[in-house]
Nanobody, 115 residues
Framework: QVQLVESGGGLVQPGGSLRLSCAASGIIFRFVGMAWHRQAPGKQRELVATISSGGSTNYEESVEGRFTISRDNGKNTVYLQMNSLKPEDTAVYYC?????????WGQGTQVTVSS
């Protein structure tokens, strides 16, 4: 059974930092790409960052240079380091993977950027 469990969300002031974690189980982690998406209130879910099995990364334009996605294959975990956070980064952040032609999502973790 594939499970993705996020953690690390919370309330942070503008300009602050947070690190999200996503622990995966039920998959051969080192062979799969992973991604972070987010969904703000009243908006569609959007792709934030991706990391391939080989470690190549891509970012949505608005987070480029502020967010960093990384992975630890020994811990079956993908991270999203978020720096210089802005109020518009407020959203529920979801971990995602496609494994054996099926989509899997975590339960989401709330990130709120506010003074």
């Amino acid at each position: 059974q594939v499970q993705l469990v996020e953690s690390g969300g919370g309330l942070v002031q503008p300009g602050g930092s947070l690190r999200l974690s996503c622990a995966a189980s039920g998959i051969i982690f080192r062979f799969v790409g992973m991604a972070w998406h987010r969904q703000a209130p009243g908006k569609q879910r959007e792709l934030v960052a991706t990391i391939s099995s080989g470690g190549s990364t891509n970012y949505e334009e608005s987070v480029e240079g502020r967010f960093t996605i990384s992975r630890d294959n020994g811990k079956n975990t993908v991270y999203l380091q978020m720096n210089s956070l802005k109020p518009e980064d407020t959203a529920v952040y979801y971990c995602y993977t496609n494994y054996r032609w099926r989509d899997y999502w975590g339960q989401g973790t709330q990130v709120t950027v506010s003074s």
